[in-house]
Each structure stands twice: as structure tokens, then as C-alpha cells.
């Protein structure tokens, strides 16, 4: 398992979490407010796992998995519980955050990336491929998004305004299961440097939490 030396002092999270992932290669992905709490120093030569909780640690806050590259940062859903995967150690591509066997869930989940995907591919601007994009949104009873807010920009300042226009009201088309986790955390990947979808397969990833 690889060690990598780290020396990041006791600091605001965010900051904390950008020379985490300079050191890393990770890209993380935190809600602004969680990012102005405090975070745990790290040093020494420790692996992505233990660097990670000792960050974390005490922060009430644990880091889940969207795919082998990219991490979530969200409040724990127990006490002390952090990451429990690392580079290597996680399954490469973490599908959804829902348990095993909620089909419903599951089926549902790609409602809302099928309606999302729509409607980005209705505007040059906002159309999938060549950005990352991280979401959270919430779903009233009749599928229609009620509140919703990004994660982490686009890279640009007006393409996320487009985003959040697309957002904004967004019908599923169908009422969630009652039992469905929200928000959902929807993650989409560029397909690669410069590279502009055709609205056909773009790289999805989604996770769900509670609140």
C-alpha cells in the first residue's frame, strides 16, 4: 500500500482538502459549509486512508466514494466513521450510494440522471463531456426538483449559472419511492480533456445520502 509524505497543518477544512488532494490525486468534493470547519493536521508517510481520517477526525464528517478517483465529503452518518477505502482498496466505481438490492431506488436514480442529462443537452453551454459537475439536489413528491445547490463549480462562473437555470424546476416525470434517500449527490465526469459530448453516453456516477 502506498505511504506519501504528508505535512498539512491544523487548518480550515477546504484548504486542508486542497493540499490533500495536490498530495493525492484525489479530487474531493465538499459542501461549502462543511468546508469552514476545522480539520485535524496530517503528517508523516501514511497512506490516502489514514491521511484522510486523521483530516477528518473529529470533524463529524466521513468521506464516501463516488468512483476510484473522485471522494464526497459529508456528515457521518455515525460517530468516527470516515473513509474505509483508499486508492486501490475501494471498488473502482462505486454506482450509487443506495444498499444492495433497493431496485427501486436504483431504477429511480437513473430517472433523474436520464431528466438531468435532457435537460444540460438542451444548451451548448451546459451540454455534458467536457466538465465536472457535482450536484445535490432534493425531489418533492411529484418529482420535481424543490432545492438544489452545486457542489463545486464548472470552471466557469456563467456555465454554472446556465446549470443552476437547468435545475431549477427540473420534472423527473415521475414521483420519487417514498423511501428514497435525499438529497442525492449526482456526480458527472468529463469524458476527457476538451472533449464535448454528443449527448450519448456521457460518464455518470451518482450517490445518495440523508440529510
Same mark, same amino acid.
Given at each position: 500500500m502506498a505511504r506519501i509524505e504528508f505535512d498539512i497543518s491544523a487548518q480550515?477544512? *477546504?484548504?486542508?482538502?486542497?493540499?490533500?488532494?495536490?498530495?493525492?490525486?484525489?479530487d474531493i468534493l465538499i459542501d461549502g459549509e462543511h468546508a469552514q470547519r476545522s480539520s485535524g493536521a496530517v503528517r508523516g508517510a501514511l497512506t490516502a486512508m489514514e491521511a484522510l481520517e486523521a483530516m477528518? $477526525? *473529529?470533524?463529524?464528517?466521513?468521506?464516501?466514494y463516488a468512483n476510484a478517483g473522485s471522494v464526497v465529503i459529508r456528515a457521518s452518518r455515525a460517530p468516527g466513521v470516515a473513509a474505509r477505502?483508499?486508492?486501490?482498496?475501494?471498488?473502482?466505481?462505486?454506482?450509487?450510494?443506495?444498499?444492495?438490492?433497493? $431496485?427501486?431506488?436504483?431504477?429511480? $436514480?437513473?430517472?433523474?440522471?436520464?431528466?438531468l442529462r435532457g435537460g444540460l443537452c438542451e444548451s451548448a453551454q451546459t451540454r455534458p463531456g467536457g466538465y465536472r459537475l457535482a450536484l445535490q439536489l432534493s425531489l418533492d413528491?411529484?418529482? &420535481? &426538483?424543490?432545492?438544489?445547490?452545486?457542489?463545486?463549480?464548472?470552471?466557469?462562473?456563467?456555465?454554472?449559472? $446556465?446549470?443552476?437555470?437547468?435545475?431549477?424546476?427540473?420534472?423527473?416525470?415521475?414521483?420519487?419511492p417514498p423511501s428514497l434517500p435525499q438529497p442525492l449527490v449526482i456526480l458527472l465526469l468529463p469524458e476527457g480533456p476538451g472533449a464535448e459530448s454528443d449527448c450519448g453516453d456521457a460518464a455518470w456516477r451518482t450517490t445518495a445520502r440523508t440529510p
Open positions: 480550515r477544512l *477546504g484548504d486542508a482538502i486542497e493540499a490533500y488532494s495536490k498530495a493525492t490525486g484525489l477528518l $477526525a *473529529g470533524t463529524g464528517l466521513e468521506a464516501r477505502a483508499a486508492q486501490g482498496e475501494a471498488p473502482a466505481v462505486e454506482e450509487s450510494g443506495f444498499s444492495a438490492g433497493e $431496485a427501486a431506488h436504483r431504477i429511480y $436514480a437513473a430517472q433523474v440522471q436520464q431528466a413528491a411529484q418529482g &420535481v &426538483v424543490e432545492r438544489f445547490r452545486l457542489l463545486s463549480t464548472t470552471g466557469e462562473a456563467s456555465r454554472d449559472a $446556465a446549470v443552476q437555470r437547468k435545475v431549477r424546476g427540473l420534472a423527473v416525470g415521475a414521483p420519487p
